[in-house]
């Protein structure tokens, strides 16, 4: 079965540091997602990423973030100048125009 | 902005016993969906409601949508030990819009 990958499963970062974390959403998806969970908290919705470009994003997601679709397949979010409080888990999601969206197993970040 | 409040944050049951979550919406909403994820794991769909008072069931799981569109309900009858998670509900304004999830509420069963 079809799913979203991402990589890495678990990143440590020095504080202030860029990360980049790279998701391979499923062939025939046409719509992708960022979205972040604290530990132990709420999934929240970062950004929606359609016909390579954005197309929705939340209050989170400022100018520290950007993402990519570098060549058809990858689809990254980049961190710059990361802090303590980016430590989360960062799930990657992708779906075909219908409700289901399937998600990645995420990549925990660790800022330090 | 607009919020996804979810009730109960947890619920312990006994194997066998009914478990129900409750979703509320400030504002109304296009569709609601229902995701369940198993601890350390990635939040998997479950459902999609759309229309007004719609009811619809998997299984031991009955999902409802209100009147209103801004409340929602997911009952599980006969809880198991595999139902043990931590079950979402999310919320769109309108279509093609972000999923706004709620906090979630967490079940444990014991057997």
């Known amino acids: 079965e079809p799913e979203v990958t991402q990589t890495p499963s678990h990143q440590v970062t020095q504080m202030g540091q860029e990360v980049i974390l790279r998701c391979v959403p499923i062939?025939?998806?046409?719509?992708f997602y960022w979205y972040r969970q604290i530990l132990g908290q709420k999934v929240e919705f970062l950004v929606s990423?359609?016909?390579?470009?954005?197309?929705?994003k939340s209050e989170i997601f400022d100018d520290q973030f950007s993402v990519e679709r570098p060549d058809g397949s990858n689809f990254t979010l980049k961190i710059r100048s990361t802090k303590l409080e980016d430590s989360a888990m960062y799930f990657c999601a992708s779906s075909k125009g219908r409700p289901e969206a399937f998600f990645g197993q995420g990549t925990r970040l660790t800022v330090v | 902005g607009q919020q996804v409040m979810q009730i109960p944050q947890y619920q312990h049951v006994q194997e066998g016993e009914d478990f129900t979550t409750y979703c509320n919406s400030s504002?109304?909403?296009?569709?609601i969906q229902w995701y369940k994820q198993r601890p350390g794991g990635h939040p998997v769909f479950l459902i999609q409601?759309?229309?007004?008072?719609e009811v619809k069931k998997q299984k031991r799981l009955t999902f409802q949508f209100g009147e209103a569109k801004k409340n929602s309900s997911l009952h599980i009858t006969a809880t198991q030990t595999t139902d043990v998670g931590t079950y979402f509900c999310a919320g769109r304004r309108q279509a093609g819009t972000a999923l706004i999830f709620g906090k979630g509420t967490t079940l444990s069963v014991s057997s």
């Open positions: 409601l759309v229309k007004s008072g």
């Open positions: 062939s025939n998806h046409l719509y």
């Open positions: 990423f359609y016909n390579n470009e954005i197309s929705e």
């Open positions: 504002t109304t909403l296009s569709n």
